[in-house]
């Protein structure tokens, strides 16, 4: 087979192993190779939107054959709550994560601190977009905006409504010059009317169109990217029913760094902050500088941590245990070979 030629293409839209790529401003659709599908040992291994592939072109440039998948500058990682929880990575390359969440029954400070650490974890910067302003009463406002501060250490946070359009020119602000950004966010965040309503064109179907949609759960099936007339560009997701943190190290440590700043007085170097003595977040828990849920989000977060990097460290030690094997058999069979040789 003679040598193909090489292009590089943008993933715009993945749904069960059919990819669109854009390239050279065309979207084409687009397969993996077979190698590309046979060599993958994860999710992990697969595009995901967002991603810098190469690709070759086919029938007359009509379509596209991805052969690799290019280093990834972010990663955003889901990990299911169950035991088999593999991280599923959502979307590549992206610079913000936009945490969308609804200021009416939306509104859940445990699953922003969750978002946020998977944010802060992907290596993107985190903006919280609060959505749905002109439904929170107005006497509740202003509570929740300090609960979503003190939630939400070093992120931007915007509040706005896509109904009336007041703050959007926020958001819009933020995807200036070109960024790439993902919306993550529970089912009926607000996510899909924020993308129309930036798009200035129904780009996504939203919950009100879903109640008339006969044919399933999700209004949102694909994860697809939108270049939007303001120059950014937004990976839409579906609402995400669960999103476990998976690699939390780094994230986790950004994500409650008023946690981290008060561990650092505390006497205990190492202190796990449940119960120690001379424990300095109890004590700003017991001034009442620190909420006990949030306390709680840190402690459950932390053990979700744990028990992944468990999980980890089992399949490292597994895969080096393989490796040795291997090793030993290569040993033995290069050693019965010169003996052979020596006629043994
Ligand atoms: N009043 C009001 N309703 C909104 C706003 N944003 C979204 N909605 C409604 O909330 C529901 C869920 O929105 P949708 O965009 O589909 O949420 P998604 O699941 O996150 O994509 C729909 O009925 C929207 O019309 C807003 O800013 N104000
Ligand atoms: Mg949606
Ligand atoms: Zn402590």
């Given at each position: 087979?003679?040598?193909?030629?090489?292009?590089?293409?943008?993933?715009?839209?993945?749904?069960?192993?059919?990819?669109?790529?854009?390239?050279?401003?065309?979207?084409?659709?687009?397969?993996?190779?077979?190698?590309?599908?046979?060599?993958?040992?994860?999710r992990?291994?697969?595009?995901?939107?967002?991603?810098?592939?190469?690709?070759?072109?086919?029938?007359?440039?009509?379509?596209?054959?991805?052969?690799?998948?290019?280093p990834r500058?972010?990663?955003?990682?889901?990990?299911?709550?169950?035991?088999?929880?593999d991280a599923?990575?959502?979307?590549?390359?992206?610079?913000?994560?936009?945490?969308?969440?609804?200021?009416?029954?939306?509104?859940?400070?445990?699953?922003?601190?969750?978002?946020?650490?998977?944010?802060?974890?992907?290596?993107?910067?985190?903006?919280v977009?609060?959505?749905?302003?002109?439904?929170?009463?107005?006497?509740?406002?202003?509570?929740?905006?300090?609960?979503?501060?003190?939630?939400?250490?070093?992120?931007?946070?915007?509040?706005?409504?896509?109904?009336?359009?007041?703050?959007?020119?926020?958001?819009?602000?933020?995807?200036?010059?070109?960024?790439r950004?993902?919306?993550?966010?529970?089912?009926?965040?607000?996510?899909?009317?924020?993308?129309?309503?930036?798009?200035?064109?129904?780009?996504?179907?939203?919950?009100?169109?879903?109640?008339?949609?006969?044919r399933?759960?999700?209004?949102?099936?694909?994860?697809?990217?939108?270049?939007?007339?303001?120059?950014g560009?937004?990976?839409?997701?579906?609402?995400?029913?669960?999103?476990?943190?998976?690699?939390?190290?780094?994230?986790?440590?950004?994500?409650?760094?008023?946690?981290?700043?008060?561990?650092?007085?505390?006497?205990?170097?190492?202190?796990?902050?449940?119960g120690?003595?001379?424990?300095?977040?109890?004590?700003?828990?017991?001034?009442?500088?620190?909420?006990?849920?949030?306390?709680?989000?840190?402690?459950?977060?932390?053990?979700?941590?744990e028990?992944?990097?468990?999980?980890?460290?089992?399949?490292?030690?597994?895969?080096?245990?393989?490796r040795?094997?291997?090793?030993?058999?290569?040993?033995?069979?290069?050693?019965?070979?010169?003996?052979?040789?020596?006629?043994?």
């Amino acid at each position: 087979m003679s040598e193909q030629k090489m292009f590089k293409a943008l993933v715009t839209a993945e749904q069960r192993g059919a990819y669109s790529v854009l390239q050279d401003g065309v979207e084409l659709p687009a397969v993996i190779t077979g190698k590309l599908a046979g060599e993958a040992v994860s999710r992990l291994d697969f595009p995901v939107v967002g991603d810098e592939v190469e690709v070759s072109l086919h029938d007359g440039g009509a379509k596209a054959v991805i052969h690799g998948v290019l280093p990834r500058r972010t990663l955003l990682l889901r990990k299911g709550l169950g035991a088999a929880g593999d991280a599923q990575p959502l979307a590549a390359n992206v610079d913000k994560v936009f945490i969308v969440m609804g200021l009416d029954g939306n509104y859940n400070i445990a699953r922003l601190e969750r978002l946020l650490t998977a944010a802060w974890d992907s290596g993107a910067l985190p903006v919280v977009a609060l959505t749905k302003k002109d439904l929170c009463p107005p006497e509740e406002l202003a509570a929740r905006l300090d609960a979503v501060a003190l939630a939400a250490p070093g992120a931007r946070v915007l509040c706005l409504s896509s109904l009336s359009g007041e703050g959007v020119a926020e958001v819009e602000g933020e995807l200036a010059g070109g960024a790439r950004c993902c919306f993550v966010g529970s089912s009926g965040a607000g996510k899909s009317t924020l993308l129309n309503r930036l798009a200035g064109r129904t780009a996504a179907l939203t919950g009100e169109v879903r109640e008339n949609d006969s044919r399933g759960r999700h209004t949102t099936t694909a994860r697809q990217l939108h270049c939007l007339p303001c120059g950014g560009q937004v990976i839409d997701t579906p609402g995400i029913r669960e999103f476990g943190v998976a690699y939390a190290g780094e994230g986790l440590e950004t994500s409650f760094s008023d946690i981290g700043a008060l561990a650092a007085g505390c006497r205990f170097k190492d202190c796990s902050h449940t119960g120690e003595p001379g424990c300095a977040v109890a004590a700003a828990l017991a001034a009442g500088t620190l909420t006990a849920e949030r306390l709680k989000s840190y402690h459950k977060l932390r053990r979700e941590t744990e028990r992944h990097e468990l999980r980890g460290d089992l399949k490292k030690r597994l895969a080096a245990k393989n490796r040795l094997k291997r090793f030993g058999r290569m040993a033995r069979d290069i050693g019965e070979e010169k003996r052979r040789l020596r006629g043994g």
